[in-house]
């Protein structure tokens, strides 16, 4: 895991120390053993810190927040929610389509690859950032949390009037200490076809982040995505990005 340490500059400065703490180092020992034991981990190494390394900090406007990464094979690829162009769109990521469409009467994308959103300053953060194949939650309680928590901490105290997206019990956890007078917080049920037609529709969750974004003065996410072609030519120019930084050090 040493290489992933590379971090897009503006992130590096401000989490570099959490490399070094006890924590970091059990979870890297973790991953290299997983790893030598032959388990298939998502999403590539490379892809780890992919959410921080698209969203520079000083760019983050809106965080959507995460649990885990998919666990199907060719699906995580670092952004929470998001898979790449050529990979079916997932039962969640539909649901927040539906949501996108009924709230700013968005065309529903023919691909999930949200790299668009990401390049605009959403942070798109799972809580935790690796996961073994066809395991889901296997990397849970590891220390990926931990750093996690940094990473909103740090949006908590250094921004202002930053969007928080929190859908589900364990987002809107992970969210407790946000500063609710210095930012929104926007808060609904997970997108999950388990529970999304209990009320995560219908709240306009898109809208009401542009509205604040706007309010203060700040330029407002177009969440309208691209064409699959375009979406396509996004998600390799972000590979190529994770992969310099990787190959950095």
């Known amino acids: 895991m040493e290489k992933q340490v590379k971090l897009e500059d503006s992130w590096k400065q401000r989490l570099q120390a959490e490399f070094n703490k006890t924590y970091m180092q059990d979870l890297r ?6 790893l030598a034991l032959g388990k298939t981990i998502y999403p590539k190494p490379h892809q780890y810190f992919a959410a921080l390394n698209l969203t ?9 927040l995460g649990q885990d990464p998919y666990h199907g094979e ?6 929470c929610f998001s898979v790449a162009p050529n990979v079916r769109t997932p039962p969640s990521l539909k649901n927040i389509y539906k949501e996108l469409h ?6 529903i994308p023919n691909h999930g690859c949200l790299v668009s959103w990401a390049k605009q300053g959403v942070l798109l953060l799972n809580s935790v950032l690796t996961v073994e194949q066809s395991q889901a939650a296997s990397h849970q309680k590891k220390g990926w949390e931990t750093f996690t928590d940094q990473v909103i901490a740090r949006i908590n105290d250094e921004k202002e009037h930053v969007v928080f997206i929190l859908w589900g019990a364990y987002a809107q956890k992970k969210g407790t200490f946000i500063d609710r007078d210095k930012h929104l917080v926007i808060e609904g049920l997970h997108p999950s ?4 037609h209990r009320g995560f529709f ?3 969750y898109f809208s009401r982040a542009n509205d604040y974004l706007t309010k203060h003065h700040l330029p407002s996410i177009n969440w309208l995505l691209p064409n699959k072609e375009v ?3 996004q998600f390799e120019q972000a590979e190529a990005i994770h992969l310099n930084l990787f190959k950095s050090i």
């Open 231 to 233: 979406a396509e030519a």
């Open 56 to 64: 520079p900090f000083e760019q983050v406007k809106v965080v959507i």
């Open 193 to 196: 076809p388990l529970s999304a």
């Open 74 to 79: 060719g699906q995580a690829h670092g952004l």
């Open 29 to 34: 020992t973790f991953l290299k053993t997983e």
């Open 202 to 204: 219908g709240q306009h």
């Open 102 to 107: 009924q709230d700013l009467a968005l065309a």
